[in-house]
């Protein structure tokens, strides 16, 4: 009840596409939901963020959308570029009153844009 | 610091020797993780330390792993006795409330 199942397992996009990654989730107690980004030789970095109240957000480029009751949320890159061939995570972390939560992460997404 | 700091970024060793690897978080961030990465692989948890809670070390993959957190800042990360499938990135993060920032981690190889 704690996975997180991320899909694709990688994913190739021409550049100016759109790129979009899935996860779903069991644990109706997560109520925090973010991206990281990892480039090679580097730790993950938080990309975008959700909690449940609202089904979408969007950073730039970046779209996260939520689907309460299908328990799924996706990101999608809007004009992928080279420079977001990455490995994508989604993650997910219970509800919690101020303090840290443990996050819970998918399996990751090797994107790669091409020219 | 700017940000949380893992040393060393690369270590190599025998089998059977044991390692220590470190993280000093952001400051203020009470929260510690540690989590390993193997080639090509997702995120395995390890363990967490939340203020003066016990840790959270259910994901510890064995009695030769364990970590301690000083004074709630700096951690250490000791692998007992290394064997050859303990080779991965070991990362570590911090933080305060949602949110992780991870330092960019130590590459473990064990020959």
């Known amino acids: 009840q704690q996975q997180v199942k991320q899909s694709p397992q990688s994913l190739i996009v021409q550049k100016g596409g759109i790129s979009i990654i899935n996860c779903a989730y069991e644990n109706t107690a997560f109520d925090y939901f973010p991206w990281y980004q990892q480039f090679p030789g580097k730790g993950p970095a938080l990309l975008i963020a959700?909690?449940?109240?609202?089904s979408e957000k969007k950073e730039g480029r970046f779209t996260i959308s939520f689907n309460k009751s299908a328990k799924q949320f996706s990101l999608h890159i809007m004009d992928s570029q080279p420079g977001d061939s990455a490995t994508y995570f989604c993650?997910?972390?219970?509800?919690?009153?101020?303090?840290?939560?443990?996050?819970?992460f998918g399996t990751g997404t090797r994107l790669q844009v091409t020219l | 610091g700017a940000g949380v700091s893992q040393s060393p970024s690369n270590k190599v060793t025998e089998k059977g020797k044991d390692v220590e690897l470190r993280c000093d978080p952001i400051?203020?961030?009470?929260?510690l993780y540690w989590y390993r990465q193997s080639l090509g692989q997702g995120l395995e948890f390890l363990i967490y330390f939340q203020g003066n809670s016990a840790p959270d070390k259910s994901g510890l993959p064995s009695d030769r792993f364990s970590a301690e957190r000083t004074g709630g800042s700096v951690s250490t990360l000791t692998i007992q006795r290394t064997q050859q499938e303990d080779s991965a990135v070991y990362l570590c993060?911090?933080?305060?409330?949602?949110?992780?920032?991870f330092g960019s981690g130590t590459r473990l190889t064990v020959v």
């Open positions: 993060a911090s933080s305060l409330a949602y949110g992780y920032t």
């Open positions: 400051s203020g961030h009470t929260a």
């Open positions: 959700i909690r449940p109240d609202v």
């Open positions: 993650a997910a972390s219970p509800e919690h009153t101020g303090t840290a939560s443990k996050l819970t």
